[in-house]
């Protein structure tokens, strides 16, 4: 019995420890994102190559929080709150591993673009990414905080994330009939819009968790999308 509150601690600081290393995946995907997008609108390829080199430590995350999840459950055997701490850490920690790749593959895609893009294509994906590098932002801080106020304005706000991608594309499809010489760079700038919104896509998922963590409950109702054809997949 003497060596209970040790183990306890001891427990408590791995769960801590759980928690910190999302934090820290969570922050390098901000960063890698926040990159990506300022390398295609300032055609920075420094930036572009910074983040496909770097998404190999948001991949050594996920792996490392995988080994903690595993030897949490298996050596501590966590019951009510502290399983869902661990088991949403798993699924959170999958989620911005492919933020990351996302990312990466917006920034390869960034060097294969001209030099020039217009200014309307440019405005349009700085509307769309800069919404969700806020969401990705305050799922994150939600995390942290334990907020499920937080998670619930993250998840509402998809609608609108999807909606502005909408816009983006119809930009980028306008571009695309302006010229043939447009094919490669608007297919590219397609693929580049998708991933933004994939990337939204990715964070609601980050703050159903939470909700989940947080509340011990699944929020309900299907997820807010938006109302245009190009995003509800109607056309």
């Not at 661990?86 to 990466?104: C, H, M």
């Not at 706000?157 to 502005?164: G, K, M, N």
Request: proline share 2%; hydrophobic share 35%; net charge negative.
């Amino acid at each position: 019995m003497v060596e209970a509150p040790h183990t306890v601690k001891s427990y408590e600081e791995e769960l801590k420890n759980l928690n910190n290393n999302i934090i820290k995946m969570g922050g390098f995907c901000e960063e890698a994102l926040g990159k990506a997008i300022q390398a295609i609108t300032t055609r920075n390829s420094d930036n572009a190559e910074a983040v496909i080199k770097d998404d190999e430590k948001i991949d050594k995350f996920e792996t490392l929080i995988e080994q903690q999840v595993v030897n949490l459950i298996a050596l501590r055997q966590p019951m009510a709150i502290d399983l869902r701490e661990t088991v949403t850490a798993l699924k959170i920690s999958s989620d911005l591993e492919r933020i990351g790749d996302l990312a990466k593959n917006i920034s390869k895609r960034t060097l294969l673009l001209n030099e020039n893009l217009p200014k309307n294509l440019t405005e349009a994906l700085v509307r769309v990414s800069s919404n969700v590098q806020k969401q990705l932002k305050s799922i994150l801080d939600s995390y942290l905080d334990r907020s499920s106020a937080m998670a619930v304005n993250v998840w509402e706000s998809d609608e609108h994330i999807d909606d502005l991608t909408n816009l983006c594309m119809q930009e980028v499809i306008k571009y695309l009939k302006e010229d043939e010489k447009n094919l490669d760079d608007g297919t590219h700038l397609l693929f580049v819009t998708k991933n933004i919104e994939r990337i939204g896509d990715h964070t609601t998922n980050v703050a159903e968790q939470v909700y989940y963590l947080v509340t011990g409950e699944y929020l309900e109702g299907d997820r807010p999308k938006g109302t245009e054809p190009i995003v509800s997949g109607e056309k």
